[in-house]
């Protein structure tokens, strides 16, 4: 790793001192990365571009942006109207944020499947637990900044969540709200810390990237490379595989913020916030809908929290529920169906979460969240001692060549 | 059995959250001519629905978000522009004295409100609040077929309902009782180009005023959508080739 590599003398100038250079050479090509790895693995860097996307177009919007609740509405609509190609950086923005979730989440079921989350990725993997719950908290913010209706409403129902938290319950709502309701000071310090997260989101991507390439990709079949047979160097090959993902991203991304720009908005968000007209129906942002309806199941405000809460404390102890030394689904018969029996679940949440609290939808949310907990916390465990898996291959290199390495 | 299941999930996913308007009404679909990637404004229309709002609307609903100068999208030119200003009387100040004064409207100027505050305009409407319609086209689930549907959709009420004092029937509105009184009937206004000025034909052209006013950048937004969209799929299709070719010696 010298810097005699590098041919122009001042990248070798600057790289005795400051080794830069040789860190990127170092991930581009030494990196040794899996040769098997398919296109789910796209949406580690499909997640970093949405990131960056959010951080560029939000800088540029907090140009315009008024965090007063008598001017954030009219400044969001100068920004759509007036602010040169304002409306496309704001749609890029608002479309982003949904398609960064919806990177994460394939992200997560991608994690889930390939069993990427065991051992020795456990800190790796609840590393990326805590960037989602940044996520949701920078995303959650976000959606308070415009002042419609939505963002009055979600606001007030969500801080409240934190009031059903004993004894101090009350005092951390006054706290996140900086008064005794959701106005001014509150949307000022929403303002400041959605300004913030990103940054810290970022933080944690950087220890997030550090963790990874400690033991590098987990792959399909799940177990290690065995030798430089079973690798290939990041670079160019998983450079362009990823820019196939990207492009197909920005193509998915383009057709929303031009064509549908507001299909995953809620038309309550266009009318200015009222705190004396409570809409019909509080729902929040699509994303958070699974939470959503599990938080609505409990007929117990402070139950119903903390299992919302508890949705994703059980992800921080994945690893050490799901016991099995196998990692890839594809050699576990049964832990596969219980994988999409989950993701069936997921979004059954998803969808109940969108709809009134009331009749069959409350039955049902109640099922959905007792089969995600049952999931997890009965199902993996047991999993882990009673499934018979299947054999694994010897290496990466075997399944790749298959038969044709016996001729060879 | 992954597949069909991915694909189950993925529909799910999209019809999940479209959030559906009242549930207890239907609306009327139109073949809008700002609908679909490469629909456009109906400048024609635009400019008769600007008239509507001028001469019934105007009375109740503010759009204080429209500047004059936002009607050269309409189709108006810059002298025309000024003569529409110049039409409404726009308070000013304070001058030199300390006094607000009126004045002729200017091009730069927002379109005045018909009242001075919300208080104003619910007294003035039996304690209901006429909304601003700048934006009423997004504020709304399926704005134009709404806003169209709401308007041509006063009947009069089933026998079995009571309609209270200053309430009336509506099919497009959830609940069906609306504060609003029915704003058009046909020929409330008179064309200058001769279209047809049933209450069909009004509540369409201002309906088409109305989706400008909340989305007035759309037809650049396409325009740029479909150039983005075509130069992007030409970067798939190159991703992919060079994939393929970088891949060619992986085994």
Excluded at chain 1, 119 to 135: D, K, S
Excluded at chain 1, 231 to 260: E, Q
Excluded at chain 1, 371 to 386: A, D, E, G, N, T
Excluded at chain 2, 201 to 210: E, N
Aim: net charge neutral; charged share 15%; aromatic share 14%.
């Amino acid at each position: 790793m010298s810097a005699e590599k590098f041919q122009n003398p001042v990248v070798r100038w600057i790289d005795h001192r400051l080794p830069v250079f040789s860190m990127l050479d170092h991930e581009k090509y030494d990196y040794p990365v899996p040769k098997n790895l398919n296109y789910m693995w796209n949406f580690g860097v499909l997640a970093g571009l949405s990131l960056a996307i959010m951080i560029i177009t939000g800088i540029v919007l907090a140009m315009s942006y008024t965090a007063h609740v008598d001017y954030a509405f009219d400044a969001v609509e100068r920004i759509m109207r007036d602010v040169n190609h304002g409306w496309m950086i704001r749609y890029i923005h608002m479309n982003a944020a949904s398609f960064f979730f919806v990177v994460v989440y394939i992200h997560i079921f991608r994690g889930l499947y390939y069993g990427s989350y065991k051992a020795p990725r456990e800190l790796l993997w609840i590393l990326g637990v805590v960037i989602f719950l940044l996520m949701m908290a920078t995303a959650f913010m976000g959606y308070v900044l415009p002042w419609g209706q939505m963002s009055f409403w979600g606001a007030t129902v969500i801080t409240n969540l934190f009031s059903a938290i004993p004894v101090v319950g009350d005092s951390i709502v006054t706290l996140l709200w900086g008064g005794f309701s959701v106005d001014n000071p509150t949307l000022n310090r929403f303002f400041s810390l959605h300004y913030l997260m990103p940054f810290v989101i970022a933080g944690v991507v950087v220890l997030h990237i550090i963790a990874l390439h400690r033991f590098g990709s987990n792959n399909p079949i799940g177990i290690d490379a065995s030798g430089p047979q079973d690798t290939i160097s990041f670079h160019p090959y998983y450079t362009m595989k990823d820019m196939v993902g990207i492009a197909v991203f920005l193509l998915l991304l383009a057709m929303a913020v031009f064509f549908f720009p507001n299909a995953m908005g809620h038309p309550d968000n266009y009318i200015p916030a009222n705190p004396l007209q409570t809409p019909a129906h509080i729902v929040p942002e699509w994303y958070f809908l699974p939470f959503y309806a599990i938080l609505r199941a409990v007929p117990d405000k402070l139950g119903g929290v903390l299992l919302m809460f508890g949705a994703i404390a059980v992800l921080f102890v994945l690893p050490w529920l799901d016991r099995s030394p196998v990692r890839s689904a594809r050699f576990r018969p049964l832990f596969r169906i219980f994988f999409w029996l989950l993701l069936i679940d997921a979004v059954v949440l998803g969808y109940l979460g969108g709809k009134p609290a009331d009749g069959i939808y409350v039955v049902l949310s109640r099922i959905a969240t007792a089969w995600y907990f049952l999931h997890f916390l009965v199902i993996l465990p047991l999993l882990s001692v009673f499934e018979t898996t299947k054999p694994l291959p010897k290496s990466i290199s075997e399944p790749v060549l298959g038969a044709s390495k016996g001729a060879a | 059995m992954m597949k069909r299941v991915f694909a189950a999930c993925v529909a799910l996913v999209l019809t999940g959250p479209a959030y559906a308007a009242g549930g207890d009404v239907s609306l009327t679909e139109r073949d809008w001519s700002f609908n679909g990637p490469f629909g456009t404004f109906d400048k024609a229309a635009m400019q008769r629905g600007f008239q509507v709002y001028r001469e019934v609307c105007a009375g109740c609903h503010s759009m204080k978000y429209i500047a004059f100068r936002n009607f050269a999208d309409l189709g108006y030119n810059e002298a025309e522009i000024k003569a529409i200003a110049a039409q409404y009387e726009v308070e000013d100040g304070p001058n030199d004295d300390g006094e607000m004064f009126m004045r002729p409207g200017v091009a730069a100027d927002r379109m005045p409100s018909p009242y001075p505050n919300d208080n104003a305009a619910r007294a003035g409407n039996g304690g209901a609040l006429p909304p601003d319609l700048s934006l009423i086209a997004k504020a709304r689930a399926n704005g134009p077929d709404y806003l169209y549907s709401l308007l041509i959709g006063y009947k009069d009420a089933p026998a079995s309902l009571k309609v209270p004092e200053g309430m009336y029937y509506n099919d497009a509105y959830s609940g069906h009782l609306i504060a609003m009184p029915q704003p058009l009937y046909g020929d409330d206004v008179t064309y200058a180009d001769g279209a047809d000025a049933s209450i069909e034909g009004l509540s369409a052209d201002v309906t088409q005023f109305l989706m400008w006013a909340a989305e007035p950048k759309m037809e650049a937004r396409k325009r740029i959508g479909v150039a983005v969209v075509f130069f992007l799929s030409i970067f798939v299709i190159l991703s992919i080739l060079a994939k393929r070719r970088v891949w060619a010696d992986v085994h």
